[in-house]
Nanobody, 128 residues
Framework: QVQLVESGGGLVQPGGSLRLSCAAS????????IGWFRQAPGKEREGLSC????????YYSDSVKGRFTISRDNAKSTVYLQMNNLKPEDTGVYYC?????????????????????WGKGTLVTVSS
């Protein structure tokens, strides 16, 4: 019953933009910190951005800061990741994750070891 579903992935040219969505169902999104992660084939899953449940503070990895923006719309039970100026190295499967707590460590996988709701991912390919 509890689900996170990512959407919005696809093929985009370098320098282009995409907006990913993470739709939640079966739980109240307001109480959860949400993170976006990326995994390329044969590489570690890395945290890109997250938004806190208590005050809405946002956090970004150095690789995406200034290019990506995370936001949430609790009325629609959806979290977004706006991705601008995309680079080939941004290629990978993008996942969203949810945890019912808050803090500045939400870019780490260990943050989601409690409840740890995860979506199935959406593929983003940046290529000309």
């Amino acid at each position: 019953q509890v689900q996170l579903v990512e959407s919005g992935g696809g093929l985009v040219q370098p320098g282009g933009s995409l907006r990913l969505s993470c739709a939640a169902s079966g739980f109240t999104l307001d109480y959860f910190t949400i993170g976006w992660f990326r995994q390329a084939p044969g590489k570690e899953r890395e945290g890109l951005s997250c938004i806190s449940s208590n005050d809405g503070r946002t956090y970004y990895s150095d690789s995406v800061k200034g290019r990506f923006t995370i936001s949430r719309d609790n009325a629609k039970s959806t979290v977004y990741l706006q991705m601008n100026n995309l680079k080939p190295e941004d290629t990978g499967v993008y996942y969203c994750a949810a945890e019912p707590t808050f803090g500045s460590s939400c870019l780490g996988l260990e943050y989601y070891y409690g409840v740890g709701y995860w979506g199935k991912g959406t593929l983003v390919t940046v290529s000309s």
